[in-house]
């Protein structure tokens, strides 16, 4: 599976970006999907994630009620819906999967495919 992030870029506080990942290679419906980010000088952190079977979704603390992760299986696409912006949303985000349900959703070890990263700047 090869996955292509984009849709990242400057945005203000409080502003919002939906971030897409678009798959190839193989079909991302039955897939468990995520977004992880990594500022500098710290660990990849997880983000959100989507089960594939059921669709259920799972965020992390800090984005809870501001993000939604989706996903357009029509298009092989996933998206990062980014509302409410703030100075320590920023990081580089980046998308990935894996083909059967882990547990351990947030933990990025779990995942087999990754895109390459796009730029998130939250300035105040």
């Known amino acids: 599976v090869q996955l292509q992030a984009s849709g990242g870029g400057l945005v203000q506080v409080g502003g919002s970006l939906r971030l897409s990942c ?3 290679g193989r079909t991302l419906s ?3 999907v995520a977004w992880f980010r990594q500022a500098p000088g710290t660990e990849r952190e997880f983000v ?3 089960r594939g079977s059921t669709n259920s979704e799972y965020y992390a603390d800090s984005v809870k009620g501001r993000f939604t992760i989706s996903r357009d299986n029509s298009k092989n696409t996933m998206y990062l819906q980014m509302n409410s912006l703030k100075p320590e949303d920023t990081a580089v985000y980046y998308c990935t999967s894996r083909l059967n349900w882990s547990t ?3 933990n990025p070890e779990q995942y087999s495919y990754w ?3 796009t730029l ?3 300035s105040s």
Request: aromatic content about 12%; glycine content about 12%.
């Open 104 to 106: 351990q959703y947030y």
């Open 48 to 50: 959100a994630a989507r």
């Open 22 to 24: 678009a798959a190839s």
């Open 115 to 117: 895109g390459q990263g």
């Open 30 to 32: 039955s897939t468990q």
């Open 120 to 122: 998130v700047t939250v």
